[in-house]
């Protein structure tokens, strides 16, 4: 590889790395920030699940898996989060799969934009795990939430040509991220908490509501994060074209001064 090939990957690297930063550590204020409480336990959702999503979509999905993998073992080596106790092994191993639905929401949600159709086996290994499960089987309804993302997913090309609006496209994505979170989130606490049938029934009424607003604010991140770049690329833009503006205006000045300094030369010699 030549020494200018490599200059210009780190130039190019150097925004994605300084962008990574950035998200890494909004994500995690907004994971300190709740909203909503996890019916059967003692957790609560955070602003964390609306932003997370959209970070794999802007640094691509899998680098922004590792921004948001990597941010919570950051938490754990400075205390900012509070690692399970390994004496009790499911909250021990719950602990580090707190973000697992963020970041395979944030993969769908990457990847929804490209019609990737392969996204449909994450609802459905998470419904046939579900009713792989003694208590899943007794609320085996509570999996049809899940067939939303997978139908989404399916029917991207129809969903794009009935939705012409580019906003109720990116909502309808954010629908099927946010019901893949609450698949594979389901399938953890359930298997790792084994949450009773009774919560999962009263939940249903809850989720919905939850569900719709959670997609609300992964377009909301999105179109912002989206307007935030447009209006940091216009700034960049137009310093480049005062600096250029700037440039070229000293270099008239210099070449009427020595125009002005030749000529006045001239004249001394005629003289």
Same mark, same amino acid.
């Given at each position: ?13 150097? *925004?994605?790395? &300084?962008?990574? $930063? ?5 994500? %995690? $204020? ?27 979509? =802007? ?8 921004? @948001? %993998? ?7 080596? !400075? ?18 799969? !707190?973000?697992? *639905?963020?970041? %395979?929401?944030? @993969? ?10 392969? &996204? ?6 998470? +419904? /046939?795990? =579900?009713?792989?499960?003694? +208590?899943?089987?007794?609320?085996? =309804? ?7 993302? /997978? /139908? ?17 496209? $990116? ?16 399938? !953890? ?6 949450? *009773? ?16 607003? @959670? ?22 833009? &137009? ?17 009427? $001064? ?14």
């Amino acid at each position: 590889m030549k020494i200018g090939d490599r200059k210009l990957k780190v130039v190019l690297l150097l *925004p994605k790395i &300084l962008f990574s $930063v950035l998200f890494a550590a909004l994500f %995690m $204020v907004l994971t300190k920030i709740k909203f909503w409480p996890i019916f059967g336990t003692e957790s609560s959702f955070s602003f964390g699940v609306m932003f997370g999503p959209v970070i794999s979509r =802007f640094l691509n999905a899998y680098w922004g898996t590792s921004v @948001i %993998m990597l941010s919570r073992v950051i938490g754990f080596a !400075t205390g900012y989060y509070k690692m399970g106790d390994i004496s009790n092994l499911p909250k021990f191993v719950m602990s580090w799969l !707190t973000f697992l *639905p963020i970041m %395979m929401g944030g @993969i769908y949600f990457s990847k929804m934009f490209k019609g990737d159709r392969r &996204l449909i086996v994450i609802p459905t290994l998470s +419904i /046939l795990l =579900f009713l792989l499960h003694p +208590i899943g089987r007794e609320v085996w =309804f509570c999996s049809f939430f899940w067939t939303i993302p /997978l /139908l989404i997913a399916f029917l991207k090309p129809s969903i794009d040509r009935l939705l012409k609006n580019h906003l109720a496209q $990116v909502y309808a994505y954010s629908l099927g991220s946010a019901f893949t979170d609450h698949a594979v989130g389901s399938i !953890t606490y359930l298997y790792f908490m084994n949450i *009773p049938a009774e919560f999962w029934i009263q939940a249903i009424p809850f989720t919905i509501v939850e569900r719709l607003i @959670i997609a609300a604010g992964i377009s909301f991140f999105y179109f912002a994060i989206k307007l935030s770049i447009m209006v940091m690329q216009r700034v960049s833009a &137009l310093t480049v074209l005062m600096e250029t503006s700037k440039q070229t205006a000293e270099k008239e000045k210099t070449m009427e $001064v020595k125009v002005k300094e030749k000529g006045e030369r001239k004249r001394s010699e005629d003289a």
